[in-house]
């Protein structure tokens, strides 16, 4: 079956520096590939998504490219900033009649000032 | 107003009480889902609703049950709630031919 596989938190920084969270997948065929964040106290929210190998889902400054070759979907951003303290998901879209979302884990980010 | 809202977004309850979680989303999509977020587990899908007629079971819908009562309405009932249901759940919404899902803002649920 379809997985996702997130880097494991938390992970805190200071603001400006670069973040990386990984994450990998394992599924049939081409999935179509998202970052969700999760502000405190909020649902989920889209960030960004790319829906064949190497496109680029970009938002926000995040960006995330969809490698088929190893299977990745990383997030980054060059520049973080307080207000990007969240959790950030990791998520697949299968095929099939049903294509449900698949999630990773989660990620806390915790960026200080 | 948000599109997609949840009652109670708090609820406490006891060891065998049945209790419903109610979804509402005004984005006129068709098709609704209900995920459970366990700490360190990510979301997990519990039923999902295509349309009224349509309705299906996720991957962990053992004790769980829903009703869609109109394409707007789908609800989530614990018909004898255990401890090992406390956690946090969320309605989301998407639209035919459409990837994104929009999420409610959740249901903190503790059973003691």
């Known amino acids: 079956g379809n997985s996702v596989t997130q880097m494991e938190g938390p992970v805190t920084l200071s603001e400006e520096a670069f973040l990386t969270i990984n994450c990998t997948y394992t599924?049939?065929?081409?999935?179509?590939l998202f970052w969700y964040v999760q502000y405190p106290g909020e649902g989920l929210q889209l960030l960004l998504k790319?829906?064949?190998?190497?496109d680029k889902g970009s938002n926000k400054g995040f960006e995330a490219t969809y490698r088929k070759e190893t299977t990745s979907f990383h997030l980054e951003k060059g520049s973080v900033q307080v207000s990007d303290s969240a959790v950030y998901f990791c998520?697949?879209?299968?095929?099939?009649?049903?294509?449900?979302?698949?999630f990773g884990s989660g990620t806390q980010l915790t960026v200080l000032p | 107003d948000a599109d997609v809202t949840q009652t109670p977004r708090n609820r406490i309850t006891k060891t065998g009480k049945r209790i419903m979680l109610e979804c509402s989303q005004t984005?006129?999509?068709?098709?609704m889902y209900w995920y459970r977020q366990d700490p360190g587990l990510g979301l997990q899908l519990i039923y999902y609703?295509?349309?009224?007629?349509?309705?299906n079971k996720g991957e962990i819908s053992d004790g769980y049950s829903v009703s869609r009562q109109a394409q707007a309405k789908f609800s989530l009932s614990l018909e004898s709630a255990i401890p090992n249901q406390t956690a946090l759940y969320f309605c989301?919404?998407?639209?035919?031919?459409?990837?994104?899902?929009?999420f409610g803002p959740g249901t903190r649920l503790l059973v003691l």
């Open positions: 989301a919404t998407s639209a035919r031919y459409q990837e994104t899902q929009y």
């Open positions: 599924a049939t065929g081409y999935p179509s």
């Open positions: 790319a829906t064949k190998a190497d």
């Open positions: 998520a697949l879209r299968g095929l099939g009649s049903a294509r449900q979302l698949t």
């Open positions: 984005k006129g999509h068709d098709r």
């Open positions: 609703s295509f349309d009224v007629k349509d309705i």
